[in-house]
């Protein structure tokens, strides 16, 4: 059971560059998240997935796409990464939404843009 | 924005001692979640705290809710080393059921 997988752990983008951040949990989890971390700045939400099927902006969405794949894949999509989006990627899963459920996080992965 | 704010940013103590870090927000909520980062991995889930709740306890972590002053406790007891880590409260934000992050307390416990 390996909980909630990232890949990769480790990237560097020249500015321009596109890439995709992969995500898998294997709980059966209904919903998916997607975090930055920045010094100072706690986590900020991305984007999230209630469920199959629907994806819902966050609080810092300019930038980023994501797509739910089926209910275990949830990937994060950078078109034209730009310095700003230097930080550290979380990915994080639940049972359901709603601030009542835990949240089970991935590894994370650091992007550095150059 | 952020909804719940960690106080202190940091904190250092000895081991054996108690830590005690606070979490105000600022409307009101339904549920408050305690999370813990060990640095370069991901947050792990301490305990959660519902709005007709005033305190919770797992293990050596006792959780208080104040309702009318809009903050939360975590205190851990008789810490260790492997304590150190951030700690991070998440509430919902009025009207959105997805839990927002505060920016964390540092907490360093020196064997």
């Known amino acids: 059971n390996a909980g909630v997988t990232q890949t990769p752990k480790f990237q560097v983008l020249k500015t321009g560059q596109s890439m995709t951040l992969q995500c898998a949990q294997d709980m059966n989890h209904n919903s998916m998240y997607w975090y930055r971390q920045d010094p100072g700045m706690g986590l900020r939400l991305i984007y999230y997935s209630a469920s199959e099927g629907t994806t819902d902006k966050g609080e810092v969405p300019n930038g980023y796409n994501v797509s739910r794949l089926n209910k275990r894949e949830f990937s994060l999509r950078l078109e034209s990464a730009a310095p700003s989006q230097t930080s550290v990627y979380f990915c994080a899963s639940s049972e359901a939404a709603g601030s009542y459920n835990e949240q089970f996080f991935g590894p994370g992965t650091r992007l550095t843009v150059l | 924005s952020q909804q719940g704010e960690e106080d202190p940013q940091a904190l250092s103590i000895q081991e054996g001692e108690n830590a005690t870090m606070n979490c105000s927000y600022k409307t009101s909520i339904n549920n408050l979640q305690w999370y813990r980062q060990n640095s370069g991995r991901g947050l792990v889930h301490l305990i959660l705290i519902r709005s007709n709740e005033r305190e919770k306890h797992s293990g050596r972590l006792r959780v208080t809710l104040d309702t009318s002053k809009k903050s939360s406790s975590l205190l851990i007891t008789a810490s260790r080393a492997a304590d150190t880590a951030s700690y991070f409260c998440?509430?919902?934000?009025?009207?959105?059921?997805?839990?927002?992050f505060g920016r964390g307390t540092s907490l360093i416990v020196h064997p």
């Open positions: 998440a509430t919902d934000k009025g009207g959105s059921y997805i839990p927002t």
